[in-house]
């Protein structure tokens, strides 16, 4: 996915291999930018509410690209996360994006259906977190940065590397993007009868011990201090750059 950088899917960080399904799954909603890798990693480390990454994520420079013309090769590659993601409590967790979902439809709707299945299926009212961030400004102005420079990590910055330049153009892109993979959303929730539990980005940058306690008294899980894990660090990218466009942005 990202060369010389640990991103989590590596065999090292899997969980024991269990041979049932999981007893208790959820849905980690959510839009590209929103701080998802940091809160799907903070759920992570408990130990407790699974590994949520995007184990359907089948994109050519996604973490599984490499099986992204070959449906069986997904098929598989889904059922190993289900054996190997689900931590030791019996809890699977998938951090997905909407354009992900639609992607596997089109393609693998075999798979899809089997996901979906497992995700919302009955009583799935108690099986959906998404997380949201409240300023929409900030969310469109590091989509729109992400998407020109190629830049989604910490890793990946590199000192002298030219900053995109202000596009009025491409953060009005950014906003309509995220609006309609928002809406996508919502079509699922009333498709599904789906009442998701919202936890927002920045309460979870403020205070991780109360949004992680929420997400677990949402899905019924204990959480063992015990149980904790080691997971890769999720360092936060350099704002220096989207303060910039946050300036221009004020100033059109």
């Known amino acids: 996915m990202f060369e010389g950088i640990e991103t989590g899917y590596e065999d090292k960080f899997d969980f024991p291999a269990r041979d049932a399904l999981p007893q208790r799954s959820y849905l980690l ?5 929103s701080g998802s890798t940091f809160f799907s990693h903070l759920l992570w480390r408990s130990g407790c509410l699974g590994a949520p990454l995007e184990y359907l994520n089948f994109e050519p420079a996604g973490p599984y690209g490499g099986a992204s013309d070959s449906v069986g090769d997904q098929i598989e590659l889904w059922r190993k996360a289900l054996n190997r993601r689900t931590s030791p409590n019996g809890v699977f967790g998938l951090k997905a994006f909407p354009l992900q979902l639609e992607a596997v439809q089109r393609q693998n709707p075999r798979l899809m259906a089997e996901a979906m299945r497992l995700l919302v299926g009955q009583g799935a009212a108690s ?3 998404e997380l949201r961030r409240r300023d929409r400004t900030a969310h469109a102005i590091s989509y729109a940065r992400a998407l020109l ?3 989604w990590r910490k890793e990946q910055e590199e000192a002298g590397r030219t900053e995109p330049e202000y596009s009025e153009a491409a953060l009005e892109h950014a906003h309509r993007l995220l609006e309609q993979q928002d809406a996508a959303w919502r079509a699922m929730y009333r498709d599904i009868g789906i009442v998701p539990l919202i936890v927002w980005y920045e309460d979870a940058l403020a205070d991780p011990a109360h949004c992680l306690a929420r997400v677990a008294e949402h899905l019924g899980v204990s959480i063992d201090p015990g149980a904790e894990v080691t997971v890769p660090i999720v360092e936060r990218q350099s704002q ?7 300036e ?3 100033k059109v």
């Open 149 to 151: 420079s190629g830049i």
């Open 127 to 129: 099986k959906v977190i």
């Open 248 to 250: 221009a942005h004020s």
């Open 240 to 246: 220096a750059g989207a303060q910039a466009w946050a």
């Open 29 to 33: 909603a959510s839009l590209p930018r």
